[in-house]
């Protein structure tokens, strides 16, 4: 088994807005840290000019909402990646460019190996836990479960980065 995310966020201006340079304009650099990353295995993209990290939109969320897809081998090689690398610094900025989302904009869930989500799963697994909370089939960092369906005690390294 391997592990999905999606992540949302409602960006506050538009993606070449001036305001927006902060986060686009480190884009390239934290998708090619993540391609690189220890356990990264996928993410996801557009088929346009662009490789889709400001152009993707999931049905039913507005405009300005960005999406970020990927499948990672598991969920310490993810953590690890969001919290204990250079997206970390680039994350610091996030209210500068988005605007707070009062439910979850992330979930994770486990898929076969070598399956590939689309986003009406990952809006699936969205409303789901959403809707429901944490399950073995839609959970976060916080509440995670193992590919057997047990929620298990994070055993995740702490957050804090230099």
């Not at 340079?21 to 088929?47: K, Q």
């Not at 499948?71 to 970390?88: G, N, P, Q, R």
């Not at 995670?144 to 994070?154: I, L, S």
Request: hydrophobic share 45%.
């Amino acid at each position: 088994m391997q592990l999905a995310q999606l992540n949302i966020a409602d960006a506050r201006h538009p993606t070449e807005a001036p305001e927006m340079v902060g986060f686009t304009g480190r884009i390239d650099a934290i998708n090619a840290l993540a391609d690189r990353a220890p356990g990264f295995i996928w993410r996801m993209v557009d088929d346009g000019p662009e490789d889709g990290a400001l152009t993707l939109r999931m049905e039913g969320q507005g405009p300005m909402t960005l999406v970020n897809m990927s499948v990672w081998a598991d969920i310490e090689s993810l953590f690890h990646f969001v919290y204990k690398t250079a997206h970390t610094k680039v994350m610091q900025g996030k209210r500068d460019w988005f605007t707070p989302i009062p439910r979850e904009h992330m979930v994770l869930w486990w898929v076969e190996d070598g399956h590939i989500p689309d986003l009406d799963e990952a809006k699936a697994k969205l409303d789901l836990i959403r809707e429901m909370g944490p399950t073995p089939d839609a959970f976060s960092f916080a509440i995670p479960f193992d590919v057997d369906g047990q929620a298990v005690t994070p055993q995740l390294p702490k957050k804090d980065c230099a």
